[in-house]
């Protein structure tokens, strides 16, 4: 999908993603000493504006101009620069933390966007990165159904693998979703989706 047609699928729906953060972004990003974060690939902004409300200065990032609106609209006060851009060559700023979530790129560019994100770590930074695992299409549910688009954890190494880093975790994780894609509800029936998940920490 090109950012036009990302620009079209964020304007015909209220919400595409949900409104709070991404699980796993929050279970492990949630006791970090705030500092200054990227969102790369944002959406609408849903981690951006919780890594915020923790006192993040927070740089989020999209190429859908729909979808960085409905981020600014939704932050309110919350101190977040957003910023209309491209994953694979907008500038990007020398940042404390760095979020990918659910970037949907095929290998050849996601592998250049994942090192771009990298390289915009100061030395200590973490990296986080959450995608749909390659997996997920035989074994979960939801997500892109061209296996082009999915991820594996020890694939995303490998594109970083001229670089220093500590592995915090690289793995595939499961999360609950709702079965037939309706909105979750105590009772509602669910289903499982798989993710590939890293987090890193940036040496030297």
């Not at 299409?137 to 670089?163: H, K, W």
């Not at 079965?179 to 669910?190: D, E, K, L, V």
Request: include cysteine; charged fraction near 20%; glycine fraction near 10%.
């Amino acid at each position: 999908m090109d950012a036009r047609a990302w620009d079209e699928r964020y304007g015909n729906t209220e919400q595409v993603w949900s409104v709070g953060p991404n699980q796993f972004v929050a279970a492990a990003l949630s006791t970090l000493a705030p500092a200054t974060a990227l969102d790369l690939a944002c959406g609408e902004g849903r981690n951006a504006i919780w890594l915020a409300s923790l006192g993040w200065q927070v740089t989020a990032l999209d190429f859908s101009a729909v979808a960085v609106e409905k981020g600014r609209a939704r932050a309110g006060d919350l101190k977040v620069d957003w910023v209309v851009g491209d994953a694979l060559s907008a500038p990007l700023p020398q940042v404390d933390l760095v979020v990918l979530a659910y970037l949907q790129l095929p290998a050849d560019e996601r592998s250049v966007a994942v090192r771009r994100a990298f390289g915009s770590l100061r030395a200590g930074g973490t990296f986080f990165l959450v995608a749909h695992d390659s997996t997920n299409l035989t074994e979960g549910t939801g997500g892109p159904t061209d296996p082009a688009f999915l991820y594996t954890a020890e694939e995303v190494l490998g594109y970083l693998e001229s670089e220093r880093f500590e592995v915090v975790e690289a793995t595939r994780v499961s999360r609950d979703v709702p079965a037939g894609g309706t909105h979750q509800h105590q009772g509602t029936p669910t289903t499982t989706a798989y993710d590939a998940l890293v987090h890193l920490v940036r040496v030297g």
